[in-house]
């Protein structure tokens, strides 16, 4: 099965995505969450690649799995010219993990490039890891031929690392907690449909009525804008509200203080 997050042109320039994810980073009370490791991950590409997301992947919540707070991955998506540089990304990411993971957290990274042929194997993998208790082997066995390791504790964060290498490949789960050059978090409160499809976002209306969003209508991000995987393409869900006269994100929450992401 091929990815849904895949290779693309720019200009005279082939590139390819590469999925670097990263998980059990972290404990309950160190401050910060896995999300923000995936992110800081940027500044530690080599300079022939670039950042297009990093999509936080939700697994199954049951009292048999222990994690710190949600049971979530982040997964890195990198834009490269040439599979060959996951294994450097691979050392790279190693090394990042080593270097902020908290004392105490079980961390685990897998990285894959979209043609590799256990694509195909952690797709399946992380479908399962949504529904389904899995375990070290079973990651072990679906990511063979692609980077896994794990760096700590546990290392029961392999399981989580190799879903979501598979569920973001896949393109219909997750939520982008980071996107392109412009920043997710400097969008405001409210922004029109033109601002955030300029931005490579698209506006996807899900009420009863399935009118089409207008380019000067406001949306309503409540917060930040957090766009979702679908179809391997960053899409914000939205829902017209009559009374405030513009679209609202579904499924936000108000903007906390402060963000695990």
């Known amino acids: 099965m091929a990815s849904a997050v895949s290779s693309f042109k720019e200009g005279s320039k082939a590139y390819m995505r590469i999925f670097a994810c990263f998980d059990d980073t972290d404990t309950l009370d160190c401050g910060r969450g896995t999300g923000k490791l995936a992110r800081w991950f940027e500044e530690e590409l080599p300079e022939s690649c670039s950042l297009w997301a990093v999509v936080r992947q939700q697994l199954l919540v049951d009292p048999a799995i222990p994690y710190t707070s949600h049971n979530s991955s982040a997964c890195a998506v990198i834009d490269a010219p040439e599979a060959a540089l996951a294994a450097e990304i691979a050392r790279r990411a190693a090394l ?19 043609g590799d042929p256990a694509i195909a194997s952690l797709m399946e993998f ?16 679906a990511s063979a031929g692609v980077h896994l390791s794990g760096h700590g504790g546990t290392n029961d964060g392999i399981i989580g690392a190799a879903a979501g290498v ?7 789960a997750g939520r982008l907690i980071e996107y392109g050059p412009r920043r997710l978090r400097d969008f405001g409160g409210l922004v029109t449909v033109e601002e955030i499809e ?4 698209g506006v996807l209306p899900i009420d009863k009525d399935g009118a089409l969003p207008l380019p000067h209508q406001l949306v309503d991000t409540q917060g930040w804008l957090r766009p979702r995987l679908i179809g391997g393409r960053p899409l914000v869900p939205v829902i017209w509200d009559d009374p405030a006269a513009c679209w609202v994100v579904a499924g936000r929450r108000a903007k906390k203080s402060a963000s695990l992401d």
Do not use: F
């Open 96 to 114: 990042h993990v080593e270097k902020h993971a908290v004392d105490g957290s079980d961390p685990g990274v897998c990285v894959a490039a979209e």
């Open 126 to 141: 992380g479908r399962l890891a949504t529904r389904a208790v899995v375990d070290q082997a079973a990651a072990m066995r």
């Open 166 to 172: 598979g569920l973001t490949a896949w393109g219909w």
């Open 198 to 201: 300029k931005a490579g976002i």
